[in-house]
């Protein structure tokens, strides 16, 4: 099997491909600018890394034909607010990848899409809702939607799988500095003995996810006969001060949270994925509890760097 990972120095992108080539001998190949990924996620990577702008179409002759797309190539900082480069890096990018589709007729394009697109909507978030992105980050994400539908509507020998991620955490994102995980920001305070801050009064809940269920998804994504979007999360969420409860227990502390005043307007209070469709279709059952992914990454990564 030959397939290609865009943004594959990035956190999921490298975890992803590393699994790719581990566990199924797959031969990846990585198309990254390294504008946000980092080299230290593919070290003992062994397979071919093109590095080009997403949004170029020069890579498509250096990359060639392969069996499967797996794009994850994005700006995923939900802080910027520069609108023009969101959308060109996001949904041009995304389109460039579906003409490269075209040009060599893959017929299965798997892409990143974001539980973003749903902002503020009600809990559990379905794939049916119309979305409600409350930044750019999240509407360049329902924008992708928007243009993968109109794509395999169009060419409907293709499949074109979207995963709306969750809030996705674990090994390889510490790269992403202020846009890296909650539990990824907590753990390093609790680890220098900081007491953890969170917004007042740690009750806003995230529906928390492990990056090792997130590539089983795009795993089971190659076998996915259904065009559409696809949520990926746990589907149970969980509140910042379980995290910090999670967190002390595995780290063996005792710290108090420290709560301090929201400062965004557009701050999701609750996401929480409905998984029906997910399990139904795309066959995916998260492995891993929060609190058992927490222990997971502290334990067999974090505490071993």
Same mark, same amino acid.
């Given at each position: 099997m ?25 031969? #990846?190949?990585i ?10 996620? +593919?070290?003992?990577? %062994? ?10 179409s ?5 990359v ?15 802080t ?22 075209? %040009?060599?007729?893959? %017929? ?5 899409s ?21 930044n ?10 928007n ?16 995963l ?29 003995? %900081?007491?953890?801050?969170v ?15 997130? #590539?089983d ?14 949520? #990926? ?25 420290e709560?301090?005043?929201n ?11 409905? +998984? ?5 279709? +795309? ?6 509890? +929060? ?15």
């Amino acid at each position: 099997m030959k397939v290609v990972v865009t943004g594959g120095a990035g956190f999921i992108g490298s975890n992803l491909a590393k699994t790719l080539e581990e566990e199924f001998n797959a031969k #990846v190949i990585i198309v990254d600018d390294f504008s946000s990924g980092s080299f230290k996620n +593919l070290v003992g990577f %062994k397979g071919d890394i093109v590095t080009a702008d997403i949004r170029a179409s020069d890579w498509w002759d250096r990359v060639g034909g392969v069996d499967v797309i797996f794009h994850q190539a994005a700006i995923t900082d939900t802080t910027v607010m520069d609108q023009k480069k969101m959308m060109e890096v996001n949904v041009e990018g995304f389109r460039s990848v579906l003409n490269y589709a075209l %040009k060599y007729k893959i %017929k299965r394009i798997i892409y990143a899409s974001s539980a973003a697109v749903y902002g503020n909507l009600p809990s559990p978030m379905k794939e049916d809702m119309i979305p409600a992105p409350q930044n750019i980050y999240g509407f360049s994400k329902a924008i992708m939607d928007n243009v993968a539908r109109i794509f395999y509507e169009e060419n409907s020998d293709y499949k074109v799988i979207g995963l709306r991620y969750f809030n996705v955490y674990g090994a390889g994102e510490e790269h992403k500095g202020k846009s890296a995980s909650m539990i990824y920001q907590l753990y390093l305070q609790m680890k220098e003995n %900081k007491r953890p801050r969170v917004f007042k009064y740690g009750e806003q809940m995230r529906d928390f996810v492990y990056v090792k269920d997130v #590539v089983d998804a795009n795993i089971n994504a190659m076998e996915c006969e259904m065009s559409g979007v696809y949520n #990926v999360g746990s589907g149970q969420a969980q509140s910042f001060n379980y995290v910090i409860e999670c967190l002390n227990k595995v780290l063996k502390k005792n710290l108090e949270p420290e709560y301090f005043d929201n400062p965004y307007s557009f701050y999701q209070n609750k996401t929480e994925a409905d +998984l029906r469709r997910s399990k139904s279709i +795309l066959n995916y059952k998260p492995s891993y509890s +929060l609190y058992d992914g927490i222990m997971d990454y502290v334990n067999n990564y974090l505490e071993k760097r």
